[in-house]
Structures are given as structure tokens and as C-alpha cells.
Nanobody, 126 residues
Framework: QVQLVESGGGLVQAGGSLRLSCTLS????????MGWFRQAPGKERGFVTT????????YYADSVKGRFTISRDSAKNTVYLHMHSLTPEDAAVYYC???????????????????WGQGTQVTVTS
């Protein structure tokens, strides 16, 4: 069974940094993307970033550009989300997602991703 396992969430002060990890077990995709979405209380789930596991092309939501970096270890089917200069507005449950239908035109749509992690909480105190 394909499964995404996330880790690395936690509590951090504003201005601090965190790193999230996500590993795709038993991948059945041959050319796929992995990304992160987040959902804060009372808000809809929103796109954060995604990366092509084959080519390394990465894309970011405007709200995180320059502060967040996604990287990959294709041999381990793992992506990392390096988050810096965190603000209380970044606090949310972060979900990892993977899919082989993702394109630059569709990457912000959660419906294009085929599997999801359980979510990891990121809390930012002011």
C-alpha cells in the first residue's frame, strides 16, 4: 500500500525555522511530484510548494517564496521542507502529497495528488 509518512512538525517562535520530512513508501509512480499543502483552523487547505522528483523543478506559493525551500532525495523517495523566518501566519497542519498527474498548471490543486500524509502540526508563537 502506498503511504506517505511525515515528520518534523512542532512548536517554534516567530522568526525561527523548522524542517519537515515526508517519505513515500512503496511508490508506484515512475515520474511524479511531491508537495506540501497546509490548513489552518477555519481556513481551506492551500498549496505551499511542490517538486518534481525526476527533474527537481520546484514551485512555491507566493506567501512562502524566499522563506521556504523544498528539496528531495529521489533515492529515498523523500522530500524535505525547510521553513525559515516563520510567522504566526505559517501555523497550520502541513500535509504531504504525491501524484503523477501534477503539472505546473495543476500543481496548486489538491485534486491532482493521489495520496496524502496524515499531517503534521506546525505551531508558531509570537
Amino acid at each position: 500500500q502506498v503511504q506517505l509518512v511525515e515528520s518534523g512538525g512542532g512548536l517554534v517562535q516567530a522568526g525561527g525555522s523548522l524542517r519537515l520530512s515526508c517519505t513515500l513508501s512503496r511508490p508506484t509512480f515512475s515520474n511524479y511530484a511531491m508537495g506540501w499543502f497546509r490548513q489552518a483552523p477555519g481556513k481551506e487547505r492551500g498549496f505551499v510548494t511542490t517538486i518534481s522528483m525526476s527533474f527537481g523543478s520546484a514551485y512555491y506559493a507566493d506567501s512562502v517564496k524566499g522563506r521556504f525551500t523544498i528539496s528531495r532525495d529521489s533515492a529515498k523517495n523523500t522530500v524535505y521542507l525547510h521553513m525559515h523566518s516563520l510567522t504566526p501566519e505559517d501555523a497550520a497542519v502541513y500535509y504531504c502529497a504525491a501524484g503523477d498527474r501534477v503539472t505546473p498548471a495543476t500543481m496548486t490543486s489538491g485534486g491532482e495528488y493521489d495520496c496524502w500524509g496524515q499531517g503534521t502540526q506546525v505551531t508558531v508563537t509570537s
